[in-house]
């Protein structure tokens, strides 16, 4: 089945330790996204990448850091520099699209990883 | 960024149509709008998208305002299944990972 998957579904991190969340899928998709949703709020853009070896910010990239050495995987690392972390983390991809317009297709989400921090 | 305004809860009957709003009154000629929907604790669902013209697929109707500052998704006989939290969300076509997400709307069916 193809699709994107999210590993682990719930992850604790003690303050001051960096933890990494894993993101992959087989859709062969160019594009991937990581976002951030807080309790009864829509989803916020942390970091996206357009193709291999390629990312760029999004609208709230402190404290995170991405990689995307593989076309499948997009690693999120939430760094011990991110002060409130605790939120639930989706990850997205979608097909690029041609010429100028970029990123008007659909984005498959993952099933999430909760972050909570002791 | 432009964004979208939409109500905080809607209520709907059971098999009976039912009709999102949603205000983007700073939309750029290059955002498409897109909805999607989520269910407690899960990753959204993709639902419909569209740029000027008036879309339908087997989910949802997408009625796009002519001078696209509004747009209106219909389903047209909701299930109890359709309960869900609605995101009306501008996707800027030419400027990869600009999506802005409001806080949508909770639908709730009743039986």
């Known amino acids: 089945d193809g699709g994107i998957t999210q590993s682990p579904k719930y992850l604790f991190r003690k303050e001051g330790q960096n933890v990494t969340l894993s993101c992959e899928q087989n859709l062969n998709h160019d594009a991937m996204y990581w976002y951030r949703q807080d309790p009864g709020q829509g989803l916020r853009l942390i970091y996206y990448?357009?193709?291999?070896?390629?990312?760029q910010k999004g609208d709230i990239a402190e404290g995170y850091s991405v990689s995307r050495e593989k076309k499948e995987s997009f690693p999120l690392t939430v760094t011990s520099a991110q002060k409130n972390p605790t939120a639930f983390y989706l990850c997205a991809s979608s097909i690029r699209g041609v010429g100028a317009i970029v990123h008007y297709n659909e984005q498959f989400f993952g099933p999430g990883t909760r972050l909570t921090v002791l | 960024d432009a964004k979208t305004t939409q109500p905080n809860s809607m209520e709907s009957n059971e098999e009976e149509p039912v009709h999102l709003p949603c205000n983007h009154s700073t939309i750029s000629g290059t955002d498409y709008i897109h909805w999607y929907r989520q269910l407690p604790s899960q990753g959204p669902e993709y639902v419909i998208h569209g740029l000027t013209s008036n879309v339908n697929n087997r989910m949802a109707s997408l009625a796009i305002a002519e001078d696209r500052k509004s747009s209106t998704l219909i389903l047209h006989r909701a299930t109890l299944r359709d309960a869900a939290v609605y995101y009306c969300?501008?996707?800027?076509?030419?400027?990869?990972?600009?999506?802005?997400f409001g806080d949508g709307t909770t639908l709730t069916v009743k039986p």
């Open positions: 969300i501008l996707r800027d076509g030419t400027n990869a990972g600009k999506s802005t």
């Open positions: 990448s357009q193709i291999v070896n390629d990312f």
